[in-house]
């Protein structure tokens, strides 16, 4: 066909068949003020495009903005995972990132409280490999099935569809004060981190303990955190609030503008790593989500850095339609039975087949991987590839895919870690997910004076947009769990009493772990 193509030219506006075009601004009509003719083609083909234009919007972090850039691993890193990317001291790989609100729509402002997502597309010689992380280290919620409530209740509110940027709702405070395990995150959320200056100035973190594996199929827990190198920086709240009405792009512009000026924003990837063995060596659950390691506890070690270089091209094509995924993994990287990352290992592929209409979407140039593609999946919505030949395995007749790599396929194939699983097939939170308080304590413990008044203050304003008084109370016997003062004051700018509790703190302490009274340790 390549012998036939029409050399490019650029001269004149076509339509999609490639038609030279004599006029797009006038349809065609039946007399200078005649009716338009049904039969003008370009005229139909450029509103219907026109008309197909949106798709959905991702149903949390839906505004975002990203850039191209790469990741350099500082040294060879086989003793702990077979990573290719993690190998060699120096080795570049390509990266994409998507900083995110997670609670406002495409059109909301960037200055609102609330969580930002941090997720890296790392295109490596062995495959994609997608860490869809927070700029805070826990979340809301120990368990995927609980996600869709979460969600609901942060939302706009279903009859008014207001607020459209903030969590100051009695949904959510409704949802939170039920929920005593989102303690520890609303402390994160209540704190200056959830009004970042800058994405350049963003924590980010892996939030689950993932895996990582080597060569010889030895595992050790991993945790992920990147460090920015401009330091992390808040806006105070009366210029977040200002920030919102005067640029509600004000974080999108500063990285857009940032990289436009050769400014390229740096990161540092820190793991912190925890033997196998040492499982059950904390006084919380390493499955547990809403944990952080302590860093006294475990130091993070810093292992490559990240840059920031390029702006996309088009917001659409890049930024819109990139795909992130948990479990989108590469040979020496692996999961644990985390409670949250086992229902995200669902959750994202299947709302990408609706927002990005179908399952060819990973063909998409932001997603495509780097790495050779070879499979027998055929056809569907926006199938770009003109496969040749036959599509079944095993197959003596030739065409399709070569055959899998086998179990001695050697290094660069992706082997599941083999772990063992057993326990009753039972709904039940396990005893070591009970604990909600202790880190929240540790948290607000390890805050400054003025960090601690910003704290109160968010609290204050929040809970003060709360309608429901039952709701305001229940919260403020919560946070009487995390600390007495933090609830007195907290009460105090509600006009509430002080909680009782808040006289004797208890952090209830998690019951020590062990293999025994763990149960139910398989997968989804
Ligand atoms: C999107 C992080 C929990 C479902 C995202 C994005 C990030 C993120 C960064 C935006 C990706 C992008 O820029 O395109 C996290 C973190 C979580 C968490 C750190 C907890 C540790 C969950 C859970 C679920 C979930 C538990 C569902 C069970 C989704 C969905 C999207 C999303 C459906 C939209 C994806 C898309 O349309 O492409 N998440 N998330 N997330 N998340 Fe999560």
Known sequence: MAQFRAAPRHDALTTDQGVRVDDTDNALRAGTR??????????????THFDHERIPERVVHARGAGAYGYFENYEPLGEYTCADFLAEAGRRTPVFVRFSTVQGPRGSADTVRDVRGFATKFYTREGNYDLVGNNMPVFFIQDAIKFPDFV???????????????????????????????THMLMWLMSDRAIPRSFRMMQGF??????????????????????PKLGVNSLV?????????????FNRRDLWEAIEAGEYPEWELGVQLVPEEDEFSFDFDLLDATKIIPEEQVPVRPIGRLVLNRNPQNFFAETEQVAFHTANVVPGI????????????FSYLDTQLIRLGGPNFSQLPVNRPLADVNHNHRDG??????????????????????????????????????????????????ESFQDHYSQAALFWNSMSDWEQRHIVEAFRFELGKVESVPVRERMVGNLAQVNGELAAQVADGLGLPAPAAAEGI???????????????????
């Open 152 to 182: 609901h209740a942060v939302k706009m509110e279903p009859h008014n569809e207001m607020p459209t940027g903030a969590s100051a709702h009695d949904t959510f405070w409704d949802f939170c004060s039920l929920q005593p395990e989102s």
């Open 334 to 345: 692996d999961f644990t039975n985390d409670p949250l990352l086992q229902g995200r290992n």
């Open 506 to 524: 208890t952090t209830a302490a998690s019951p020590a772990l062990s293999q025994e009274n763990l149960t139910g340790t398989g997968g989804i």
């Open 381 to 430: 919505f926006g199938q770009q590839v003109i496969h040749p030949g036959t599509n079944y395995f095993p197959n003596s007749l030739g065409g399709g895919c070569p055959a899998h790599a086998g179990a001695g396929g050697g290094a660069g194939v992706f082997r599941h870690y083999a772990q063992r699983v057993d326990g009753e097939k039972i709904r039940v939170r396990s």
């Open 34 to 47: 005649g009716p338009t003719l049904l039969e003008d083609f370009h005229n139909r083909e450029k509103i």
């Open 206 to 227: 892996g939030v689950h303990t993932f895996r990582f594996v080597t060569a010889e199929g030895r595992g050790t827990f991993v945790k992920f955190h990147w460090k």
């Open 237 to 249: 709240w009366d210029e977040a609030q200002i920030a919102a009405g005067r640029d509600p792009d």
